[in-house]
């Protein structure tokens, strides 16, 4: 993995529980998503029937907002979160590091994991005054999606179940379909490979009348046990 100082860019108020050290992801104000929980738009696909826009408020006791799904999706009925049980952790602006996954070699699930571990300590020696408040990324494969094509032992697969995955405002096809065959769009399905298990999965969900998208994903230090799920067993949506 390759890393980068930067800072969250997105809208999204994420905070951890005092106690039971659980995390939840809320949307910011106004943020309008579709019925399956993407932003409206994603693929360039609209929802005018079932789309809805998420709230987010902090009175005297509690935080009031729509959470994120750790699979990546906003969920329309509204939580409250009690302001003296919850700490926010990370916001619009924070400190973090981007995560980049090269394109060249395989997406080794235990090198992640090493490269995971030991890039906090490269940046606290070098470059002490950037807080790591979490580690993000952006990405194709950042698609929850994949779950239900991909065996478990799958890279992507075991990737996905180490993080909380987030949407993405205008996420769509194109860095899927240009990393796994080399075109950033699709226009004959029976033109293109379908040599490994990865091709035939994309298209075999292209065929069901189905979309993939870009997405993003969060994960912070304080989880770092890789190969815990810590999100998915401590799930709190």
């Known amino acids: ?15 951890r529980h005092k106690n039971e050290r659980k ?3 809320l949307a910011g104000e106004n943020m309008r998503f579709r019925g399956d929980g993407q932003f409206e738009g994603t693929n360039d696909i609209f929802d005018p029937q079932s789309g809805w826009e998420s709230e987010y408020r902090i009175g005297n006791a509690y935080i009031h ?14 939580i409250k979160l009690k302001k003296s049980e919850w700490q926010q952790i990370l916001s619009n602006g924070s400190s973090a590091l981007d995560v980049h996954i090269p394109a060249a070699g395989p997406m080794d699930y235990s090198e992640c994991g090493k490269a995971f571990r030991e890039a906090p300590v490269f940046f606290s020696k070098y470059f002490p005054d950037h807080k790591i408040n ?7 494969f950042l698609d929850h999606q994949f779950e239900s094509y ?13 993080v909380y995955l987030i949407p993405l405002p205008e996420a769509n096809d194109s860095g899927t379909f240009f990393r796994i065959f ?11 490979p379908q040599d490994t298990s990865l091709q035939r999965a994309v298209i075999e969900h292209i065929k069901a009348g189905m979309h993939w998208h ?7 230090p304080d989880d770092l046990n890789w190969g815990s799920q810590a999100y998915r067993v401590n799930m709190t949506i």
């Open 23 to 25: 995390v939840v992801v």
């Open 1 to 15: 993995l390759q890393f980068l100082l930067s800072h969250f860019p997105y809208d999204f108020h994420v905070f």
């Open 214 to 220: 870009s997405g993003g994903c969060l994960l912070f």
């Open 150 to 162: 991909l065996p478990e032992s799958s890279n992507i697969v075991r990737f996905l179940k180490e």
């Open 65 to 78: 907002g729509n959470p994120i799904s750790v699979y990546g999706h906003a969920l329309p009925a509204r």
């Open 134 to 140: 979490a580690f993000t990324c952006n990405s194709w």
């Open 182 to 192: 080399g075109q950033k769009r699709i226009d004959d399905l029976a033109g293109v």
